[in-house]
Structure formats: C-alpha cells, structure tokens
C-alpha cells in the first residue's frame, strides 16, 4: 500500500510545471470571534443539537420489525414508536426555544420545522395508539399503523431536507465555531 501511494506521489509530482515570479503571501480573510456566550452562538448551539437529535431519530427509525409473533411483533413496533416519539418531543422542544431567532429571518424555517415534527409526532402516536390497543395484534391492525408510521417518516425526511435547503444569515453561521454542538 505505501509503495503504491509513493508511486501516485511520483507520478503526481512529474506533472508539477515550475513557476516563475515572486512568491506573495495571500491575503486571510478576517476571522470573526463570536463569544460563546452570545445570543447566537447559543441559538446555533441548539439548533445543531437539534440537528444531532434529528439523526438519532434517522437511526432509530431504521430500526427492523423481524418478527412472526404477534406479540414481539408489538413490543418491537411499540418500543420503536416510543423511541420516536421521546426524539421528537425533544427536537419539538428544541424548536420552541429557538423562537424568536436572534436573526428573524430563520423564524418561518423554524415554524416550518415545528410545524413538520409535530404533525409527524402525531401521526407516530396515532399509529403507537392503535397497536397498543389491540389485543391480540392483528396482521390488519398492523399494516395500518406500519402505514400510518410510513407516512410519519415522510414528515421527518421533509423536515430534513427543509434544513438542508436552509440558507442561515452569516451572523448564525459565523457563531457556529463558538457552539460545541456544531463542532
């Protein structure tokens, strides 16, 4: 492996051409130090908190249901439901308190993404609901609430790409280095 890298190297450095001139030294953009303390150095802080949740949640619901029992099958669906549920109500509260933003601009991302988690976290207890209420689990009974958690998911992948599509104001941005959950 080493020769093989050292052999890539080689053949890079054939390609190098030699420059002529005087060598300059380039100009660093101004870095902005934003304490950590500040309003939006702990609004980032929460809001990549909530980002880091969101994956957990991710991860959570890829979870597999392998079962044939009825009654495993249950525990799993409603274990899985419950671990959902517990993510989103703390994204959810993540949300509420990041309400007014420093930068007001991010405040409709914001109630869009509440508006998102909430309407998935209901459909999730809907479907958790109607599981736990039958008894024995029905093979119906379960397709429907699989669907309904379907469903739920597709909210949670809207609310994910709502913040990949997300544009913050560099104020926010440039606060990200000083919030140890963005880091």
């Known amino acids: 492996m080493r020769l093989l890298l050292l052999g890539c190297l080689i053949a890079l450095s054939a390609c190098a051409t030699p420059v002529t001139g005087v060598p300059v030294a380039a100009e660093l953009a101004p870095t902005t130090s934003v304490a950590a303390d500040s309003p939006e150095a702990r609004w980032m802080n929460r809001f990549c908190g909530m980002g880091k949740l969101m ?44 309400r007014p ?29 109607d599981v736990r209420a039958v008894e024995p689990l029905t ?5 429907a609430a699989a669907q309904r958690l379907t469903t739920a998911l597709g909210g949670l992948e809207r609310a994910l790409k709502l913040m990949q599509a997300a544009t ?13 959950n963005c880091r």
Request: glycine share 4%; no cysteine; proline share 8%.
């Open 55 to 98: 994956v957990t949640a991710g991860e959570t619901a890829q979870e597999p249901m392998t079962s044939g029992d009825p009654a495993v099958l249950k525990k799993q669906f409603l274990d899985l439901t419950g671990r959902l549920i517990g993510v989103l109500d703390a994204v959810l509260a993540d949300l509420r308190a990041l």
């Open 101 to 129: 933003a420093p930068a007001r601009e991010v405040d409709p991302l914001i109630r869009q993404l509440t508006d998102a988690f909430t309407e998935s976290r209901r459909s999730i207890a809907v479907a958790r609901d």
């Open 139 to 143: 093979a119906e009974a379960f397709s």
């Open 168 to 180: 913050l104001p560099p104020r926010l941005t440039d606060a990200a280095d000083a919030a140890p």
